[in-house]
């Protein structure tokens, strides 16, 4: 069975404490895909990235509504998971240990204009440490029956440059 996208949205920003793409899911899809591409861009903090459901109000949801899991592949050292229960955001997408440090990857967020169905998310990242790569590997799911029109990537201090693409996909 073929896959084919469509593009449908894009974001980019420079020196950014968050990065949110709005209207980008409709009737249309069941499934996105979103690429991105970033750098931390903070002095020297390391931080966090994570992302945010935004609701057909234009709210970011920062309620205790996730559920999430990771897996890191680390090349240097054992593999590491992480899970929780009733967070306010979905798992930490990448992370960057330094400036000028870079991440990448994709997500996929399933069902997310279904208002009768949870909203799910899965995605493959990598991020660059100091001495190496880690891979990781991402689930969660939204644990409330609602519309969802969009997203945002945010982090807890410092700031990045990147750019966000979404994509539907048949």
């Known amino acids: 069975m073929a896959t084919n996208f469509e593009f449908i949205k894009s974001a980019s920003g420079s020196s950014v404490g968050s990065l949110s793409l709005t209207n980008c899911f ?3 899809y069941d499934v996105y895909k979103i690429t991105f ?3 931390n861009s903070s002095e020297s903090s ?3 990235f994570f992302i945010r459901l935004i609701d057909s109000a234009g709210n970011v949801i920062s309620a205790s509504e996730y559920d999430r899991a990771n897996f890191n592949l680390n090349s240097n050292s054992s593999f590491g998971s992480f899970h929780t229960t009733n967070s306010d955001k979905f798992n930490s997408h990448t992370q960057l240990s330094s ?3 870079s991440a990448g990857g994709l997500s996929y967020i399933i069902n997310p204009f279904d208002a009768e169905n949870y ?3 899965m995605a493959q990242t990598f991020f660059e440490n100091t001495d190496h790569i880690v891979p990781k590997k991402i689930i969660g799911v939204h644990k409330v029956e609602e519309q969802i029109t969009g997203f945002s990537y945010i982090i ?3 700031t990045f440059t990147g750019s966000i693409n979404v994509y539907g996909m048949r």
């Open 156 to 158: 807890g201090t410092g």
């Open 99 to 101: 400036a000028s440090n």
């Open 26 to 28: 409709s009737e249309v």
């Open 46 to 48: 390391a931080i966090d």
């Open 37 to 39: 591409d970033i750098t």
């Open 119 to 121: 909203t799910f998310h």
